[in-house]
């Protein structure tokens, strides 16, 4: 493998040097804390401890690292030179040199929604030869064009499961699912109708048309409240106008059926929520969806739609792609328009499909990006969103590939480092190659992350006063320790980052880590604690070990599930308390900035080569385009 020294310009690559001349042993290292997991009665009381003793939330805040960035480089340090980045993109020389080469580009080059669609066709129709539970888009397609379903009859159907699997939010049944948080039936059915009428009269808009589509709670839909998860928020204040990205799956036919649950705030990656009930992984009702697109990850791997559109601030559509063993994409910063979606954590958050395979993956993404007026970020995008005609005919042949052998071996389950060895070795054997790179200050980028998001997740919970569940108020007091000197430095960080990134892209093609650092952990139990939440920091550092970087330096992201081999399988019981037997792994690819083509053609690689559906879970729906 060939080693890859990160440098950069002027002041940030002083302060990258400084970390590079370290080794990568010490660049690369990550901190480990292992607080306690509380929940239930506990929780209400230490909740009123952090909130009310004086010290007590400054002394969390200290201990989790959040005033680390402080004191963590001496005196004359470079850092201190550097010049603060809010906005997760690199410079302008960058923008103009990536207009150029997108101007070159011949015509032809971008897939049409339609093939990119029936790509899907070469993994054989949902339950047959392939054991191929999950419904694709294409598969929609045949139902309807067969005549024998409408989408009149599949929102019924979807609207009786709902019914008969998801009970009041009280999140205390461990054999309801709690994926859909809203549901109105009257619109639901509305648009079946309309759909329904275009297909039979030969109008169908696109290959979406009758397509049912969820949507996370922080993404305004017409009709519904826009509640972030909350008890409070937009209570009796329906959004009068879909977000952009909404509007644009909805003129292209597609049914929203509703909202999906989430973690509060999307303050969690675990999906215990008591306003919406705990979303339930289908592959195993005791374990976590993850978070905080949970509800929109096993809605999704239970097969309610093919496709179901999140949010990512921290690894949020990743993480439950991973936990329920589906795609999911984070897409470059501002490469979706974040207009009508509620702006928690604006400088790390974006927009992005999480869906049943890598062809309805690309498709949910080609609809939905692009340049949007209503969002000014959007309209800096050096190049239209494309998949690649190569999607079609994946290879890796000459890819440079990424890796970070320390970083990623910092697993609380072994079952993903195997995992991410046959990956990487089938790279190799169809002529990749494998490159170790350093990404400097890699523990204060980890915090930087961490000071970023929760930063403006206070600020967002402040302007919207309201009864927070237990385990947000601690990280609401927590958070509001926090002073502008953390946030300043943190973004000097993220310059950094976004250097080192531009020089590390120049030498590899993606980079190549988990999803996350564990599988799908167990809920708490007895189901009564999930009325109160529960606070999990230990493992919710693991879940979004591998999430940051992306978030914190605007690339895009991609996880694709693969789902475990017997002889890998044999290794998760040296996991102990992490172990998941059974639960799939996610693999992500990272990007430079605007190539999410490049990582749909990845994830297409993948989905042809590893086992990305395994078998039927215990929650799937059935098939509900059957005749």
Known sequence: MQATTITADSAVRAAASAASAAGPADSMALSDPSPPIISGVALAVATRIVENVPGVATFLASDSGLFS????FPVGHPMHEVAPVIEPLPNESWFQAKRAAAAARKDGDSLALSEIVHA??????????????????????????S????????????????EATHNPADGTSPIHLHYVYQLDRDVLRAQASASTERLKSG????????????????????????????????????????????????????IIIGKA???????????????????????????????????????????????????????????????????????????????????????????????????????????????????????????PPSVPRSFLKPAVA???????????????????????????????????????????????????????????MHATARAQPGDLILSNRTMNAVSGTLKSVDYLMAQKVRAVLIESLTDIFKQVDVILCPSTGIRSPKLPTPPRVLHYGTTDHSNGLKTMRFAFIANLGGLPGVSVPVFPAEDEEEHGAKAGPHSAPGMPVGVQFMAEWFEEGRLLELARWMETRFDTAGKKSGAWIGDILAG
Request: charged share 20%; with cysteine.
């Open 398 to 456: 000459g890819l440079r590939v990424g890796i970070m052998p320390s970083y990623s071996s910092l697993v609380g389950d072994p079952v993903i480092s195997k995992v991410m060895q046959r990956v990487m070795d089938r790279l190799i054997q169809e002529n990749a190659t494998l490159h170790e790179i350093v990404i400097p200050h890699l523990e204060q980028t980890r915090l930087a992350h961490s000071v970023t998001i929760t930063s403006e």
């Open 120 to 145: 899907a066709d070469s993994l054989g129709i949902a339950g047959g030869t392939h054991n191929r539970h999950l419904l694709s888009i294409a598969d929609y397609v045949r139902g309807y064009a």
């Open 261 to 383: 649950a989430m973690d509060e705030w999307g303050w969690a990656v675990f999906g215990i929520n008591p306003n919406t009930g705990t979303a339930r992984n289908p592959h195993d009702l005791s374990r976590s969806c993850g978070g905080s697109s949970g509800g929109c990850g096993g809605a999704v791997a239970a097969g309610f739609c093919p496709v179901a559109i999140g949010a990512d601030g921290g690894g949020s559509i990743r993480i439950p792609a991973s936990f329920c063993g589906v795609f999911g994409l984070k897409p470059t910063a501002y490469r979706i328009s974040s207009h009508g979606a509620y702006p928690v954590c604006s400088s790390v958050g974006v927009k992005g499909p999480l869906a049943a395979t890598a062809s309805d993956l690309a498709a949910a993404y080609l609809v939905m990006a692009g340049p949007d007026a209503k969002d000014p970020g959007s309209l800096r995008q050096p190049s």
């Open 69 to 72: 960035l402080r004191t963590a």
């Open 203 to 254: 109008k169908r808009i696109s290959p979406l048309d009758g397509v049912p589509i969820l949507v996370k709670d922080e993404i305004d839909v017409k009709g519904f409240e826009t509640r972030c998860g909350t008890s409070f928020l937009n209570r009796g204040n329906k959004a009068t106008a879909d977000a952009s990205s909404i509007a644009k799956l909805r003129a292209a036919g597609a």
């Open 147 to 162: 005549g024998k379903v409408t989408p009149e009859e599949v929102v019924d159907r979807i609207i009786a499961t709902i």
